[in-house]
Nanobody, 120 residues
């Protein structure tokens, strides 16, 4: 499975971005998937997860109410809609597949990351 994250960029505080994670190779339509982020000098933190059906989602408290994870299994793509962005959301965002959990060690597949920079 190869995961390709895209959609990052520079945005002002209060703005929005939509990240995409396209999967190729073995289908991930039956995999739970998630987004993590890593700021410079910090550990990789859980952001959001979604079950394979999309019927359940989970969010870190820091993004709850502002971010929305969704998926389109027909396109093998997972999305992260980020609204009301804050400078503290600045990080490299990674998509991952294989678990429905906040621990990055449980995920077997990772994308290369996309940089999100939020200016104040």
């Amino acid at each position: 499975v190869q995961l390709q994250a895209s959609g990052g960029g520079l945005v002002q505080a209060g703005g929005s971005l939509r990240l995409s994670c396209a999967a190729s190779g073995r289908t991930v339509s039956r995999f739970p998937m998630a987004w993590f982020r890593q700021a410079p000098g910090k550990e990789r933190d859980f952001v959001a997860a979604i079950t394979w059906s999309g019927g359940s989602t989970d969010y870190a408290n820091s993004v709850k109410g502002r971010f929305t994870i969704s998926r389109d299994n027909a396109k093998n793509t997972v999305y992260l809609q980020m609204n009301s962005l804050k400078p503290e959301d600045t990080a490299v965002y990674y998509c991952a597949a294989g678990a429905y959990d906040s621990s990055p060690s449980l995920y077997g597949y990772w994308g290369q990351g996309t940089l999100v920079t939020v200016s104040s």
